[in-house]
């Protein structure tokens, strides 16, 4: 009976250490085993993937790595809005937050890569905001530092060399600019152009400095040149 009561006791203590938790809260990707498999302690039984926060990696042009705020002395990163590839904007966004940058460039397109955190990704704690899924391709807008003393025109005005056209006593001058930010729709400047200047901004049939100009006063078309 003491031998009987042992191998009871023994088994049971076998059986405890066939129930394996994860040490994190988690979603089961695959599973590599099925009931009634055997199985060693070099087995895997399935992978995991973790759903209190995902990295998200952004890709951005090298130049544009210094507009961003990476963590430092215990402040947070930048902040960065992300929709999902194709969702309408009434779907919302999630927030996430710049937490560092891969220290090697991507082979193919030579963009940096940005990480972003993102906190409960699949909205198991709020059902209201949409999912990112792994593996999913998103858009995400970073926040960048503000642009102190500088000027914004629009792209298609900034012309080959970083120069814009200025209207100076009704004469064409042409000014090399200081461009220190540029994205899809604007040129933001920080020398080359004063607040009082004149900016032209239709297309000319002939561009050389000094060539004469005339302000187009029509309603439709008052405050362009």
């Keep these: 009976v003491q031998s009987a009561r042992a191998a ?12 394996i938790k994860a040490p994190f809260d988690a ?44 963590p430092e002395n ?24 710049v937490t560092g940058v891969i220290g090697v460039l991507d082979q193919t397109t030579r ?13 198991l704690r709020d059902r209201s ?3 990112i899924f792994v593996n999913s391709i998103v858009r995400a807008e970073i926040e960048g530092k503000a642009l102190e003393n500088v000027f914004r025109i629009k792209r298609e005005h900034l012309h080959t060399g970083n120069t814009i056209w200025l209207n ?11 461009v220190v930010f540029k994205d899809d729709e604007y040129a933001y400047i920080s020398k080359g152009i004063r607040s009082w200047d004149s900016l032209v901004t239709t297309s000319l049939a002939t561009i050389a400095p000094g060539i004469d100009l005339r302000t187009d006063k029509t309603p439709e078309a008052q405050g362009e040149e």
């Design 168 to 178: 100076k006593g009704d004469k064409l001058h042409i000014s090399t600019v200081a």
């Design 111 to 123: 963009l940096a890569r940005v990480l972003v955190s993102v906190k409960d990704p699949l909205a």
């Design 129 to 131: 905001k949409p999912k």
């Design 74 to 97: 215990g402040e947070s990163g930048s902040r960065v809005n992300i929709r999902s590839h194709g969702n309408r904007p009434e779907k919302g966004f999630r927030r996430g937050r």
């Design 27 to 70: 979603q089961i990707i695959s599973p590599e085993v099925n009931l009634g498999s055997q199985v060693d302690p070099d087995t895997p039984l399935a992978r995991l993937i973790g759903v209190d926060e995902y990295r998200v990696v952004v890709s951005i042009p090298v130049v544009q790595l210094g507009q961003i705020k990476f």
């Design 8 to 19: 009871l006791d023994q088994a049971r203590s076998e059986l405890t250490r066939t129930r």
